[in-house]
């Protein structure tokens, strides 16, 4: 029963996600048995699930502090595992690796990984970006998340799970992750939630205000794009001039955003955090 709150938290907070779709009851308890079944709790230790991002995403590139890389920090965590086999790893590679045919990525995180440990201690898992099996089973079911700067961060803090960051994420210095300055800091936070994964009520109020912030409140619809495949989006317009000032309201006011004309675009950012910093 402990998965029971799993499908009715998330879907208070997140809208069904392209890649996801809408939870049954049914369909999460076929999935979490597909993952139980590869993926063995310690007996004593904790289980945690680290997410990582695609190595060319914009949510990644210059957004290093304490690590010189993303693939830096999936070092630093592995080399911690490998010394402590007590723990169990799952390393989830990010699906859209994989995902598009004839679009996979030229830098598989797991191909880096692979090049520095070609053998993985027996407390490691890997699951491969092209594996079907859902991430949010593996979120519900881990003690503890490791992010770089993935949203998952912001998802397993609402489930209540005690997130720790590595790189510079847009709700990094919030209230509700551990963010590693480090690999030394990494190592420290890692020793201290391992032994105590825990997340106090007030730390999960604040994701929750933040998530509905960010997810609902701060995006724009862009009615000139079109997605007929999820996953796969398009322009709809035929000729620059459609794209003029005026025509379209909600691309004026990115616009306007970017170059500093409007505050719009800025206060629904500042608005998102402001919904956790006025807790």
Same mark, same amino acid.
């Given at each position: 029963e402990e998965y029971a709150d799993f499908v009715p938290l998330r879907q208070s907070c997140f809208r069904p996600r392209r890649d996801h779709p809408p939870f049954s009851r049914a369909g999460l308890e076929q999935i979490v048995l597909a993952v139980e079944e590869r993926i063995e709790r310690p007996a004593a230790g904790r289980l945690v699930a680290l997410f990582t991002n695609v190595t060319w995403d914009s949510s990644v590139l210059g957004r290093d502090l304490g690590f010189e890389s993303m693939h830096h920090w999936l070092e630093t965590v592995v080399s911690y595992f490998a010394a402590h086999p007590e723990h169990r790893l799952v390393i989830r590679a990010h699906p859209a690796e994989a995902k598009r045919r004839g679009k996979e990525s030229r830098e598989p995180v797991l191909g880096h990984l692979r090049e520095r440990f070609p053998v993985l201690p027996d407390n490691i898992r890997v699951i491969e970006p092209d594996d079907?099996? %859902?991430?949010?089973p593996i979120m519900a079911d881990a003690d503890i998340g490791l992010v770089y700067t993935s949203t998952v961060g912001i998802e397993m803090s609402v489930m209540g799970k005690p997130v720790i960051l590595g790189?510079? %994420?847009?709700?990094?210095?919030?209230?509700?992750? @551990?963010? =590693?300055?480090?690999?030394?800091?990494?190592h420290r936070r890692l020793d201290e939630t391992?032994?105590? #994964?825990?997340?106090?009520?007030?730390?999960?109020?604040?994701a929750r205000r933040y998530a509905y912030a960010f997810f609902f409140d701060a995006p724009l619809p862009l009615p000139m794009v079109d997605e007929p495949?999820?996953?796969? =989006?398009?322009?709809?317009? @035929?000729?620059?001039?459609?794209?003029? #000032?005026? @025509?379209?309201?909600?691309l004026d006011r990115v616009c306007d955003g970017i170059l500093g004309l409007g505050t719009d675009l800025q206060n629904r950012y500042v608005l998102a955090r402001d919904a956790v910093c006025s807790v």
């Open positions: 079907p099996t %859902s991430s949010y790189g510079v %994420s847009h709700y990094r210095g919030l209230g509700f992750t @551990r963010d =590693a300055t480090s690999p030394l800091d990494l391992l032994a105590d #994964p825990s997340l106090g009520v007030e730390a999960v109020t604040l495949i999820p996953g796969l =989006a398009r322009l709809t317009v @035929r000729h620059s001039a459609e794209l003029a #000032p005026g @025509r379209i309201e909600e």
